[in-house]
């Protein structure tokens, strides 16, 4: 189970109160997706692999 703790906020929260942003809690094999402003709703969940995928393409090409 994922307990609030273990919930992480996002570094690009913005300002203010920092709760425009989306919550990553790790699940093991898995990651967990969730809205900080609706915390009690749905989570997504996605194998690792594919995660760690998803945020090395949003990184910019090295060099730039």
Known sequence: MVTPRTWKKSSYSGGGEGN???EVA???P????RDS???TRAVLTFPGPAFTAFLNALKPPTGE
């Open 20 to 22: 425009a942003c989306v």
């Open 26 to 28: 790790h699940r093991h």
């Open 30 to 33: 898995h990651i967990a997706v």
């Open 37 to 39: 402003k609706a915390p």
